[in-house]
């Protein structure tokens, strides 16, 4: 060991001696299998309860109550998720449902979304949407323009950074219907300017479709102050609700009379129970709804939930900060001095301040080699085509040791490679 590796190492333990949330990293399964788990931001690990609240949920909610638990509490459950989820995120009650697929719900609020800018003028025309977006954004809205005639703007974003308010003053213009961007760069993790952009979309009387993937439950967002009109988001990232837990959309109050969207089901339905000739929606936020609550999908979600209210999310923010600074400093030292076939790997993100989000993508061309290395070593990462190499750095579930031990094996795997 050098000097300089106990220096990081022993930064990392006097940070984890200091961490006021250190204790809830033990509220996590952890496994000896995994060395350092860097990858909270595509699936965040299960809480250490799930087994017990599961259990619960099937003797008690589904197993006793039976179908009596629709009326007692699951009819009204995606809804009262949603508030909790809307409080982190800055949405009054009323805005906010979890329901279907991050993909479907941005199908849906898109089609809404320009539908009624189409009625209201068939000259707005256009969707403005970044080049380097998350795919499924970028398909969902290639669809939507297919079936609806419309075209698109791309905005072509720096990798390595994100989509700046100026590129969307320059895109926008009254043939606009909608803008669809991310708050957090899924690769680069930079934080987008909310509020002037939605002003901006606002100015040209486009409407502000947000994806809070990769920033809910992890950086705070002001949606309401904001003037947001729609947003979307996951809940398997920061939300730590287990593999394909479904997404949340929200919707201002303000547009839930002047928007209608394409999947309409009997749960959109304004009286769902009457069984009617025709449908005929709700006339608040249910109607974005189209069938039955994935209620199962959600045990695991709630309890996540009840943490982060616990311990409030401008402390989680403050510790992801303190990871990711911690994270940069560790690179600094296990990682960027080294030249392998004759280059450094190099930090694609923003740099500290308040467009950082909580994960950070280095990229070298050996990068798909050595990710494949750590992850059998227990090092989990992920890796993004075509050279990226993505740390993230989940607050509550994630210890500096860990960073440091996986971004030293980084180090160690990256020189092997040359
Ligand atoms: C993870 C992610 C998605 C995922 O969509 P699914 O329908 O859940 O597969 C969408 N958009 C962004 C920006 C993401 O980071």
Known sequence: ???????????????????????????FVRSDDVVAYLDGNSLGRPLAALPERFASFIADDWGTRLIRAWDEQWMRRPYALGDRIGALVGAAAGQAFVGDSTTVLLYKLVRAAVDAQL????????????????????????????????EIRWIAADP???????????????????????????????????????????AVGALALWDLCHSVGVIPAQLDACGVDLAVGCTYKYLN????????????????????QPIQGWMGAADVFAMGPRYEPAGDLRRFVSGTPPVLATVALEAMLELLEQVGIAAVREKSVALTDFAEAALAEHVLPHRVDGRHAVLASPPAGPHRGSHLTLTHPSFSAVNARLWEQGVIGDFRAPDGIRI????????????ELGIAALGEELRRAA
């Open 1 to 27: 060991m050098t000097t300089a590796d106990r220096s990081t190492a022993a930064l990392a333990a006097e940070l984890d001696a200091a961490d006021p949330l250190a204790a809830h990293t033990s509220a």
């Open 119 to 150: 009625a209201a003028d068939p000259a707005r025309r256009e969707i403005v949407i970044d080049d380097d977006n998350f795919p499924t954004d970028r398909y969902i809205v290639e669809g939507v323009a297919a079936e609806r005639g419309l």
């Open 160 to 202: 390595a950074s994100g989509v700046t308010l100026e590129q969307v003053e320059a895109a926008v213009s009254e043939r606009t219907a909608l803008v669809l961007l991310s708050h957090v760069a899924y690769r680069s993790g930079f934080v987008a300017d909310m509020a002037g952009i939605t002003a901006t979309a606002h």
């Open 241 to 260: 609700g287990g593999p394909g837990s479904p997404a949340f959309g929200y919707v201002a109050e303000r547009l839930h009379g002047q928007l209608a």
């Open 392 to 403: 993230g750095l989940s607050p509550l579930s994630t210890t500096f040791a860990e960073v």
